[in-house]
């Protein structure tokens, strides 16, 4: 049972969309990720929020944009999607790294995008 | 960036132990060895995690050699409901994730 939630679970957007992916943790995790997963591929990171600050980001182009307006919630504002964005979008969270301490990432169910 | 290498997949009759080996021969010093599951449009599920010799808990044992270039996750007695995707990844630093290609596990009746 999964303590990462995530809203919406099903959205299909146009290209000229503006949308929101939302998630929410309640565990006083201060550490926040997004990944991307296509179809019989590998979870992709894209995102990390360390302490709500934006600590990674691989490379990932600008119509995605993400937000951590507080210590539980992380957004991912979506803007000018293609089609072959079209994917599962998981977030996930920890704790925050301290000393070297390696700690264990929940993930959500995921959010299903599809860009028309 | 440490690179894991896991069979693609594997098949195996219920009730019987599986082993998946992943190799990982540029591990780090400091890198941890953590597997995932991941069932069909569900999120990644953590399974066990680490450093050296073995680890066990309910789900899993973990078995890693003095070397650490390799690691061998062992599902004991599985049943039809372990079908799924195992990860084996090893974690760069303390806040991010990298998955690797996967295992496909199949469990036959």
């Known amino acids: 049972d999964t303590e990462v939630t995530q809203t919406p679970k099903h959205l299909v957007m146009g290209m000229t969309n503006k949308k929101s992916l939302k998630c929410e943790q309640h565990?006083?995790?201060?550490?926040m990720y997004w990944y991307k997963q296509k179809a019989k591929k590998p979870p992709e990171l894209m995102f990390v929020?360390?302490?709500?600050?934006?600590?990674i980001n691989e490379s990932v182009p600008s119509r995605f944009s993400p937000e951590c307006p507080n210590s539980s919630l992380l957004n991912l504002h979506l803007h000018a999607l293609q089609p072959e964005d079209s994917a599962l979008y998981l977030c996930?969270?920890?704790?925050?790294?301290?000393?070297?301490?390696?700690?264990?990432?929940?993930f959500g169910e995921g959010s299903w995008l599809t860009v028309v | 960036l440490a690179k894991t290498t896991q069979p693609i997949s594997m098949d195996s009759y219920e009730g019987q132990e599986v082993n998946i080996t992943c190799s990982h021969n540029?591990?780090?010093?400091?890198?941890?060895i953590t597997w995932y599951q991941q069932f069909p449009s569900q999120g990644p599920r953590f399974i066990i995690q680490?450093?050296?010799t073995k680890v066990t808990n309910e789900v899993a044992s973990l078995f890693i050699p003095a070397d650490r270039k390799s690691s061998t996750l062992s599902l004991p007695r599985v049943s039809l409901s372990d079908t799924a995707v195992y990860y084996c990844?090893?974690?760069?630093?303390?806040?991010?994730?990298?998955f690797g290609t996967g295992t496909r596990l199949t469990v036959i009746p």
């Open positions: 680490g450093y050296k």
């Open positions: 565990m006083g995790h201060r550490a």
């Open positions: 990844l090893v974690r760069t630093g303390a806040n991010n994730l990298f």
């Open positions: 929020y360390s302490y709500e600050k934006l600590s």
């Open positions: 996930a969270s920890s704790q925050a790294s301290q000393g070297g301490l390696v700690n264990t990432i929940y």
């Open positions: 540029n591990i780090a010093t400091n890198d941890y």
